[in-house]
């Protein structure tokens, strides 16, 4: 009888326990789902910075230059990639980032991708062609 009595109790332990785990539990991953939402409006807040850009006759790489002073971004790019595109002249006040480096990178085969603080600017890369599977025919 002894040793059932002892049993109940160690189940009754481990049901303790095992719900003081499960809150554990359930706190961790309540912490990190809210975690998660704060990066995630902090990243949203780093791509819609509004900055304001005087520039004339700019290379591209000016411009870079002149948002990372204004935001901190962090600008990823080859240099020949970006070191055809010149001539830009730029008045834009409160604008968005994304608007500015659309303005810049239009008519060029660059693409851009904002991720967290950082900017990565890039060759547009073609489509993949199709290859035509031609079957032999069956008549020949």
């Not at 706190?27 to 990066?39: P, S, W, Y």
């Not at 660059?110 to 025919?137: A, M, V």
Request: hydrophobic share 35%; aromatic share 4%.
């Amino acid at each position: 009888m002894l040793q059932k009595n002892q049993r109940e109790k160690v189940t009754f332990g481990n049901l303790l326990a095992s719900s003081d785990d499960m809150l554990s539990r359930s706190l961790k991953r309540c912490c990190i789902a809210v975690g998660c939402c704060m990066f995630s409006l902090n990243v949203l807040a780093q791509s819609d910075q509004h900055i304001t850009l005087h520039l004339t006759d700019a290379s591209l790489e000016q411009v870079i230059w002149e948002i990372r002073q204004k935001t901190g971004l962090v600008f990823m790019y080859g240099t020949t990639d970006i070191q055809a595109v010149k001539g830009l002249t730029l008045h834009e006040t409160n604008k968005p980032i994304n608007e500015i480096l659309d303005k810049c990178l239009k008519g060029t085969n660059l693409t851009y991708e904002i991720s967290g603080k950082e900017i990565i600017i890039k060759q547009i890369l073609p489509p993949p062609q199709k290859k035509d599977h031609q079957r032999p025919c069956s008549r020949c």
